[in-house]
């Protein structure tokens, strides 16, 4: 799987009393805590057994968008299938977490598998989404870089602009 592909990621469900009403059991999913079968974003697979995604949600929450919380993914990214139609949907960059590989399964529809991978430009504003989800936005402040360059036999300094850099590599 690649950094920014879409695939299906079963993370559970609450747990329930006998009147199948939620209860706070650490041995099942708690609310807030994302839970259902539902597309993410991979972020890395590179992890032993784990991997990190970003679920995604067809549901706005106007003010996590405002505060850079939920990014928004353009339908033309979905392949449309059976299950997945042509909506608005929004990576849930609050929620980032490593799951185990074994949640995950590429998404199947019209007969094949789909592997919709994100472009750079938006996997590095759902990179940015988690660093204002964990309270550090001060880091993209910090992220300009300079690199010497050759240029015909002297070195002059290239300012690049690290926060809209994306690892790529799967």
């Not at 505060?67 to 392949?79: K, N």
């Not at 592997?115 to 938006?122: A, S």
């Not at 990179?127 to 070195?155: C, E, F, M």
Request: aromatic share 6%; glycine share 6%.
């Amino acid at each position: 799987m690649k950094v920014g592909q879409l695939v299906e990621c079963d993370f559970g469900d609450y747990a329930y009393d006998s009147n199948k009403q939620p209860v706070d059991d650490c041995d099942g999913r708690i609310a807030p805590e994302m839970v259902k079968n539902r597309l993410a974003v991979v972020l890395n697979f590179k992890l032993n057994q784990g991997a990190v995604v970003v679920p995604v949600s067809s549901s706005k929450d106007a003010n996590k968008v405002q505060r850079g919380l939920h990014v928004f993914i353009d339908p033309m990214h979905v392949t449309r299938t059976i299950f997945y139609d042509a909506r608005d949907r929004w990576a849930l960059c609050d929620h980032v977490q490593q799951v185990s590989k074994k949640r995950l399964k590429t998404v199947k529809g019209n007969g094949k598998y789909i592997v919709d991978v994100l472009p750079p430009h938006l996997v590095a504003d759902i990179q940015k989404g988690i660093i204002a989800a964990i309270n550090a936005k001060a880091l993209l402040q910090l992220a300009k870089v300079v690199v010497p360059v050759a240029q015909v036999g002297t070195v002059a300094p290239l300012v690049v602009d690290a926060s809209n850099s994306v690892d790529n590599a799967a």
